[in-house]
């Protein structure tokens, strides 16, 4: 009968034990799971900020401006470019965050931020506690978008014998405060604009070109060059391609104006059909090689533009 | 004697199984009030992100390309000036942009000086005194900043630009 008794015993401190392991089992696995949504919450939430705090980055008259983003925590940004699809006219700007938790390590990423209306032009991802954002409008014969250029401080970059209005434009308008043309610190991102040996990026101001990891992109304007020094190939080309789908139906609002004015107080329509002209190339733009193939006709509009009685921007 | 020691075997595992139910019952409670505050405190940032976002936007709306007067209207470029006649091709085309500055509405108000009180169409521009762009049919919160409008007008001949006053509205989703 004790026996029993034991046997009954043990029975009831077993069922115990076992339920009482499931429930501990479920209670971690829980804290686990919320701890991970916690940490994904909380990057979500810096990638909508870190958007919010892009949008004061748009110019006025000014031709470039800077902005600084603090982050409480070590992070990353990964920001990506989607390019347009019929649906989706303009394509996303895409911002990712990933921080570093507690235990040291990083967090998953966080649910994606889109955004229509930026074009961040960075690496593949950017690490850092504070973030330099330059932003710089592009003007392709009129102003297009600001083009925002994402570093952090701790990368730096050393421009090695860049033109003096470089020079002039990243230290009086910009501020730049990771962007060195002497004294560079020796770990800094070297970008060559008249020599080649021991750089990281090279800039050739001739050919409108910039060589950056073995892989060659093409600029028209400084806006553009900027964008191309400090992104990636697959950003830079995605970004330009968004901007020129902006920049056609930008042509067509303006084309539009044109005639509008003409029928309402009688302004010539005088780049009406230079602007349908342009459409047309600013839609069949591929890549960065075919940027030359705009110039001409983003030349003309300009000059045409700026002697009008009605100037359309 | 067995049967007793059965029946009182049973009611422990009973009464252990209905402590370990109402032991789970608490902690789910605890972990539902926990959820719906988290949850609500979720609501209430993006709510903020949304409301900061919309100021901010609003600031520098009038600075975009589609909106803005650039050297248009005058020699130099002015900031929160507003090109009423191109912002009205731009209703024209503005199925594309519906999702572009991501918000829910965007209005702009002619202020002063005072006239026509109805909606700018095709018909009615300049007479009017309302241009609404992007337009939701529900409701949200709204931000707004005042801007020069100006559209160019022939007087008499001779070709002039024409400020008036105006409030940018833009209205943003509110997440309940």
Redesign the interface.
């Known amino acids: 009968m004790n026996k029993r008794g034991a046997l009954e015993f043990s029975f009831s401190w077993i069922f115990a034990i076992l339920v009482g392991a499931f429930i501990l089992f479920m209670t971690i696995f829980a804290i686990v799971k919320m701890m991970d949504t916690f940490n994904q919450e909380k990057s979500t939430e810096t990638a909508k900020t870190i958007g919010v705090l892009l949008n004061p980055l748009e110019s006025g008259f000014e031709s470039a401006t800077k902005s600084l983003i603090k982050t409480q925590v070590e992070t990353r940004i990964y920001p990506d470019c989607i390019a347009g699809t019929s649906s989706d006219y303009f394509g996303k700007q895409t911002i990712s965050i990933s921080e570093k938790t507690s235990s040291n390590k990083w967090s998953n990423l966080g649910k994606t931020i889109s955004i229509q209306n930026k074009y961040i032009f960075s690496e593949d991802y950017v690490g850092g506690k504070n973030f330099y954002v330059y932003s710089k409008s592009l003007n392709f014969p009129f102003k297009i978008g600001d083009l925002l250029y994402l570093t952090s401080n701790s990368s730096s970059y050393c421009f090695i014998d860049a033109p003096e209005r470089i020079e002039d434009e990243i230290e009086n308008s910009l501020g730049a405060q990771n962007i060195f043309f002497e004294n560079c610190p020796e770990e800094s991102i070297r970008v060559c604009f008249s020599t080649s040996a021991n750089c990281n990026v090279i800039v050739r101001e001739n050919q409108k070109s910039v060589r950056k990891n073995g892989e060659i992109v093409y600029y028209e304007g400084d806006a553009l060059m900027y964008a191309a020094i400090f992104s990636s190939k697959e950003i830079y080309e995605c970004q330009l391609i968004r901007l020129m789908k902006r920049g056609e139906q930008l042509s067509l609002i303006y084309q539009k104006k044109s005639d509008f004015l003409y029928g309402k107080i009688g302004c010539l329509p005088e780049i009406s059909t230079d602007l349908i002209y342009l459409r047309q190339k600013e839609r069949a733009l591929e890549s960065s090689s075919d940027l030359f193939s705009l110039v001409n006709t983003v030349e003309t509009i300009e000059i045409k533009n700026s002697n009008m009685e009605c100037r359309l921007w | ?2 049967n007793k ?1 059965n029946k ?2 049973q009611m ?2 009973q009464q ?2 209905f402590l ?1 139910i109402v ?2 019952l608490f ?1 789910a409670l605890l ?1 539902m009030i926990f959820l719906s505050y988290y949850l609500k405190n ?1 609501k209430e ?2 709510n903020e ?1 949304e409301e ?2 919309a100021h ?2 609003v ?3 009038a ?4 909106f ?1 007067c ?3 209207y005058g020699s ?5 000036c507003v ?1 009423g ?2 912002v ?3 209703k ?2 503005i199925n ?2 519906s ?4 918000v829910k509405s965007i209005e702009i108000i002619k202020i002063y000086p005072e006239g026509f009180n109805r909606e700018c169409t095709n018909l009615t521009y300049p007479k009017c005194n309302s241009i609404k762009l992007i337009n939701s049919s529900t409701l949200g919160n709204s931000a707004s900043n005042f801007v020069a409008l100006c559209r ?3 007087y008499k001949g001779e ?1 002039i630009d024409k400020c008036e006053l105006a409030k940018l509205i833009i209205r943003y989703e509110e997440f309940n």
């Open positions: 004697m067995v020691l009182q075997g422990k595992i252990i199984s370990l032991i789970f902690f972990g979720i940032k993006a992100l900061k976002n901010l936007l600031s520098k709306i600075n975009s390309p589609e803005s650039g050297i248009a130099s470029e002015k900031t929160d090109d006649d191109k009205m091709m731009l024209e085309n594309k942009y999702d572009f500055w991501g160019k007008e022939n070709i």
